[in-house]
C-alpha cells in the first residue's frame, strides 16, 4: 500500500542542510509510490521549495512563523504538532540532528506517537516500515518494524544518500501555525566557533585525542582537515585535558558522525568514542601504542608519532589535492 510520507527538513544559516536531502531519500524509499510531503521553517523558508521539489518532495508545507526562525523545543512542537494535523502523514521522518534530537521526542510525545531514534536504514517489509537504528553505542544494530499507526523516526545524517537533483517542482502550502505561551525566546545567538565545514555533516573528519598533547597540538591537525576539506573532531579525552572545545567531542555523549574518512589521531578507541564514529566509511588509526584499541576498528593503521605522521599526510595529500 502507497503511503504519505512527512519529511522535516532543516536549514541552517540560510541554507538547508544535505541530510533534509537524506531524509526526503528515506522517506522516497518506504513512500511505495505514494506521496511525499516535506515541512520548512522559518521566515525565509519559501526559497528552499524548489531544492525540496528537485529532490523528491511532491508538496512542501512553508511555515514562515517569526517565532521559528530561531530553534526553541516549544516553538518548534507546536508548530510541527501543526503540520502534522494538516498532512495526516502515515509516518514521519526528521534528521537526527541537535534540532531533531531535541524535538523528536517532545513532537512524539504530544502526537502520543512511539520515536524510532537514530535509525540508519529505512525500508518496506511488506507494509511495514522497518528501521535499523545501532544500539549499545554502536555495537550492534536492532531492526524495528513499525506495524500500525503513524512511524516517526529520526534519521542519522550521512547514511541514506540523497538523490541527485531531478527537475520536478513541488506544490508550495503556505502554513501559518499558531504559536503561543512560548516559555523560551531566543534573544541573541553566540558562536563559539565561526565558519568551518559542519562536524556533523562533513564528508572527511580528522580527530585528536590526548594524544595531541596541547591546543598547539591541534594545529597538524586543523592543516590537514583544511586539505582535506573536512572538519576537525575530538575525542572527550582532549576536551577534558582542554586542548579544544568541548563542541567538538565525538563519541556517546558527543556528536555522531559519519564521514567517508575518519582520521583519529592520538585516540586510544575506548568504546564511548567508538559509539561516534565506528560507522564512518574509512578508518585511519594514527597511534603510537601499536596494542591500542582503535586499531580494531580501523581500516588502515599507522603506528607512530602523529607529530610526524600527520604532517606527512598533508604534504603528500597537498600534491595531489590543492
Ligand atoms: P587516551 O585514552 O588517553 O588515549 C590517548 C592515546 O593517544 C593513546 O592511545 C596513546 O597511545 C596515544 N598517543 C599519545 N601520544 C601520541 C603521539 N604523539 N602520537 C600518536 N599517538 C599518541 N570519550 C569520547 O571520546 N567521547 C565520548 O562521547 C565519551 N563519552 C563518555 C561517556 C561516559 C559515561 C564515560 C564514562 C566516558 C566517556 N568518554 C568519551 C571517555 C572515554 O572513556 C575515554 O576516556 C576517552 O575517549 C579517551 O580519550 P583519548 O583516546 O583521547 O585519550
Redesign the pocket.
Known sequence: MSKKILAIAEARDGNLRNVSFEVLAAAKRVAGGGEVVAAVLGSDAAKYVEALGQHGAAKVYVVTNSELDTYTTDAYAQALRQVVDAVQPDAIFMPHTAIGKDAAPRLAARLGLGLVSDAINVELDGDAIVFTRPIYAGKAFEKKKMVSGTAFATIRPNNIPAEEAGASAAEQVDFTAEIKDLRTIVKDIVRKTAGGVDLSEAKVVVS??????SVDGFKPLQELADVLGGAVG???????AEYCDYSL??????KVVTPDLYIA?????????L??MSSSKVIVA????PE?P?FQVADYGIV????E?VPLLTEEFKKVLV
Do not use: P
Not at 585528536?208 to 598533547?213: A, H, I, L, M, N
Not at 575530538?234 to 577534558?240: E, I, L, P, T, V
Not at 607512530?304 to 607529530?307: C, H, K, R, T
Open positions: 585528536g585525542g590526548r594524544g595531541v598533547k575530538a575525542s572527550r579525552g582532549a576536551c577534558d567531542q565525538i563519541g556517546q555523549t558527543g589521531a592520538g585516540i586510544s578507541g575506548a568504546i564511548q568514542h559509539a561516534g594514527i597511534n603510537k601504542d591500542a582503535i607512530g608519532d602523529l607529530f605522521v
